[in-house]
C-alpha cells in the first residue's frame, strides 16, 4: 500500500460553475491541497497485528479441521460398529437355524437307526450291515490316528523331553553331543515331516475323488431333487389304448406330439435367452467364492431392512480379492441363474402334468367313444349320428387344448408379473442405493470444496508468511555477512598471532640448538687420529684368545660385588630384636609396642635418600 487513494479526490469533488462557488466546497478542496495526494482517512497497517491474527485463523482453522477429521473418523468407526452388530446378529440367527437343523437331522438319523434295526422293519438286515460298517470305518480311523496322529504327538513329548534334559547343556563342553543329537533329531524330523507330505498326498487325492462322487449328477438328480423326467414322443400307455375310431385315436395321439412340440419350443426359447447362465454352474467363479457367495445371501433373508447393502458388505469383507463392480455382476448372474432354473423346472413339471392329463382325457375321450360305439350298436345309430359324435368328441379334445393353452397363457403372465415385480423391486433398490450414493458424493463435493477453500485460505497465508520469511531472511542474510566478514578478520589475526608464535618458537629452537652445540664444543673429547685402530684386536678378543690375561683366576669370585645386608648385620638391629621379642609375648600389634618400634634408632643412622618409612607412625 503507497498510501495514495486518487478516487476519493476525482469522484467525491464536485466540478462546475455553480459547485465550485460554494463555501463548503472550497473549503474541501483547500484541506485537500494543504494534506497532499495521501489520504487522510486511512491508518497505516499493524503488519505484525495482521499476521498475529492470521496465525490465529489458521490454528482456529486447523483446529476445527482436526475436530472435523476426528468427527468423521468416530462417525465411520460408529457405522462400522453398527453394521458389526447386524451381521453378528444375522450370523447368530443363522447359527441357530443351523444348529436346529443338525439336531433335527441327527433326531432323524437315530431315529431311522432305531425303526431300520428293529426285528419289524423291512431293511433291518441292512441296517445291520451299515452299523458293522461304521464300526469298520472307526477301527480304521483308530487305526490310522494310531499310525500316524498318535506319533507325532509321540514325538513332541519326546523333543519337550530332550529340551528340557539338554536345554542347559547348550554353551557347555558337552556343546558337541547335544549337536549330534540334534543333527539326528532333524533328520528324524525331516524324514516325518515327509512321510506326513505323501499321506497328506493320499487323503487330498482321496478327498477330490470323493467330491467328484458326490457331485456326480446321479446323486445330485437324488439328493437335490431333479427335475422330472418327461418322455417325448406319444406315451406307450397311450399307444395300447383301444378306441373303435382309428382317425379320433390318430387325431388324439397327434396331440402329445404337438404338445411335446409346444414346450420343447418354450424350452429351447428359454435356453437361448439364458445362454451366458448356461455356460457355467459357478457364473466363471471359483467353487469355493460361488459357495461362500451364496450361502451370505441366503444368510439374509428378504424381510431383513436394508438387505442388500448389508450382505454387499459382507461379502466384501469375505471376499477382498473381489471388487465391488463383479460382486454386483455375479449377483445378476445368480439371480438370472436362479430364475432359469426354477422357470425350467416350471415347465418341465408342467410339460410332464399336461402330458398326464392329455393322457387322461384320451382315456376317457376313447371310453365315450366305447360308450357311443355300443350304444349306436344298441340303439342302431346311424353313420351319421357317430360322425357327429366323433366330432363332438374332437372339439371337446379342442376346446380342452384351449383352455389347457389359455391357462399356461395366464401362468406365463403371472410368471411375466412376478419377473416384472421383482425387477422393479431390484430398480427401486438399486435407485435407493443411487440416491444414497448421489448424496454421499454431493456431501464428498461439498467436503472438498470447502477443503479446497480452506487450502486456497491456507496458501495465501503460507504465501504472505513466506515473503515475510524471505524479507526477515534477507535481513538477517546482511547480518549474518557482516557477522561473517567479521569472523574472518578474527581468524585471520589468528592465524597471524599463530604464525608469529611458531616462529618465535622456531627461533628459541635455533638458540637452544646453538646453545648445547657450544656446550658440546667444549665437553669434546680429544683424541688423536690412529686409523689403525681398525685394523688392531680388541681386549675381548684378545681375552676369547687368551692374550693378556692373568694366569690365577678365583673361580670362586663372584661375577659381580654385592653392595647389600648380610645375615649378621640384619640380626644385629635392635629393631629385629625387639620386634621379635614383642612378637613371642604376643604383644606386636599393641600401640604402645608400634609407638617403641617407631622409636627405636638402628646402630648407623640410615642416608638421607635411603630413610624408610614403614615404622613411622601413621598421622
Known amino acids: 500500500m503507497t498510501g495514495r487513494d486518487y478516487r476519493p479526490f476525482v469522484s467525491e469533488q464536485r466540478v462546475g460553475n455553480r459547485e465550485i462557488g460554494r463555501p463548503e466546497e472550497a473549503d474541501k478542496l483547500l484541506l485537500r491541497m494543504k494534506q497532499g495526494l495521501g489520504s487522510s482517512r486511512y491508518a497505516a497497517p499493524d503488519y505484525e497485528k495482521l499476521k498475529a491474527l492470521a496465525l490465529d485463523k489458521k490454528i482456529a482453522a486447523n483446529r476445527t479441521l482436526i475436530k472435523v477429521n476426528k468427527l468423521a473418523a468416530i462417525s465411520k468407526a460408529s457405522r462400522e460398529n453398527s453394521l458389526l452388530k447386524q451381521h453378528k446378529m444375522v450370523w447368530d440367527k443363522e447359527l441357530r437355524k443351523l444348529e436346529s437343523a443338525r439336531k433335527i437331522a441327527e433326531d432323524e438319523h437315530e431315529d431311522l437307526i432305531q425303526r431300520g434295526t428293529s426285528e419289524e422293519s423291512s431293511i433291518s438286515m441292512f441296517m445291520l450291515d451299515m452299523e458293522d460298517y461304521t464300526l469298520q470305518l472307526a477301527a480304521q480311523l483308530q ?30 563342553d558337552q556343546m558337541g553331543e547335544v549337536l549330534d543329537q540334534h543333527a539326528e533329531i532333524c533328520c528324524t524330523i525331516d524324514s516325518v515331516k515327509q512321510q506326513q507330505d505323501r499321506i497328506m498326498s493320499v487323503l487330498n487325492k482321496e478327498q477330490r475323488e470323493l467330491e467328484m462322487d458326490l457331485n456326480s449328477s446321479t446323486l445330485n438328480k437324488i439328493f437335490t ?143 365315450d367313444a366305447f360308450l357311443a360305439e355300443e350304444l349306436q350298436r344298441v340303439s342302431l345309430i346311424n353313420h351319421q349320428k357317430q360322425q357327429e359324435i366323433c366330432q363332438q368328441l374332437y372339439e371337446k379334445i379342442q376346446l380342452w387344448r384351449e383352455q389347457k393353452m389359455e391357462a399356461e397363457r395366464l401362468e406365463a403372465e403371472i410368471e411375466a408379473r412376478k419377473q416384472e415385480k421383482m425387477e422393479k423391486q431390484r430398480i427401486r433398490e438399486w435407485e435407493i442405493e443411487q440416491k444414497r450414493r448421489a448424496a454421499d458424493k454431493e456431501k464428498i463435493g461439498e467436503f472438498h470444496t470447502r477443503l479446497e477453500k480452506e487450502q486456497e485460505m491456507a496458501e495465501k497465508a503460507n504465501q504472505q508468511r513466506l515473503e515475510e520469511l524471505q524479507r526477515l531472511m534477507k535481513v538477517q ?37 646453538r646453545r648445547l652445540q657450544a656446550l658440546r664444543e667444549t665437553v669434546q673429547p680429544i683424541v688423536e687420529t690412529d686409523p689403525m685402530r681398525i685394523l688392531q684386536a680388541t681386549q675381548a678378543s684378545n681375552a676369547r684368545l687368551g692374550i693378556g690375561i692373568e694366569e690365577d683366576i678365583n673361580i670362586q669370585k663372584p661375577l659381580f660385588d654385592l653392595k647389600g645386608f648380610s645375615a649378621d648385620k640384619v640380626i644385629s638391629d635392635p629393631r629385629l630384636k625387639l620386634e621379635q621379642e614383642l612378637r613371642r609375648a604376643g604383644l606386636h600389634t599393641n600401640p604402645y609396642a608400634m609407638k617403641l618400634l617407631s622409636q627405636t634408632k638402628p646402630l648407623r643412622p640410615p642416608r638421607k635418600d635411603q630413610e624408610s618409612t614403614l615404622f613411622k607412625d601413621p598421622k
Open 477 to 513: 542474510a546482511e547480518h549474518d555477512q557482516e557477522r561473517v566478514s567479521y569472523r574472518k578478520e578474527v581468524v585471520a589475526r589468528k592465524l597471524q598471532a599463530r604464525q608469529e608464535e611458531i616462529e618465535r618458537k622456531l627461533e628459541e629452537e635455533q638458540e637452544k640448538e
Open 143 to 172: 487305526e490310522f490316528q494310531q499310525a500316524t496322529a498318535d506319533p507325532i504327538w509321540t514325538l513332541k513329548e519326546d523333543l519337550q523331553a530332550w529340551l528340557a534334559e539338554n536345554g542347559h547343556l547348550v554353551g557347555t
Open 225 to 367: 431333487g431333479a427335475e422330472k423326467f418327461v418322455v417325448e414322443g406319444i406315451p406307450e400307455e397311450a399307444t395300447e389304448l383301444s378306441c373303435p375310431h382309428k382317425a379320433l385315436k390318430e387325431s388324439v395321439l397327434k396331440e402329445f406330439i404337438v404338445l411335446d412340440r409346444r414346450y420343447k419350443g418354450m424350452l429351447k426359447e428359454l435356453d437361448k435367452r439364458h445362454e451366458f447362465v448356461r455356460r457355467s454352474d459357478t457364473g466363471e467363479w471359483d467353487p469355493n467364492d460361488h459357495f461362500t457367495f451364496q450361502a451370505l445371501v441366503e444368510q439374509h433373508t428378504h424381510d431383513l431392512p436394508n438387505r442388500r447393502t448389508l450382505y454387499m458388505d459382507r461379502l466384501r469383507r469375505q471376499l477382498p480379492h473381489k471388487t465391488r463392480a463383479e460382486l454386483v455382476e455375479h449377483e445378476e448372474w445368480v439371480r438370472s441363474h436362479r430364475y432359469y432354473n426354477n422357470h425350467r423346472k416350471t415347465l418341465i413339471n408342467t410339460w410332464a402334468k399336461s402330458k398326464q392329463e392329455l393322457y387322461n382325457k384320451a382315456e376317457a375321450v376313447f371310453a
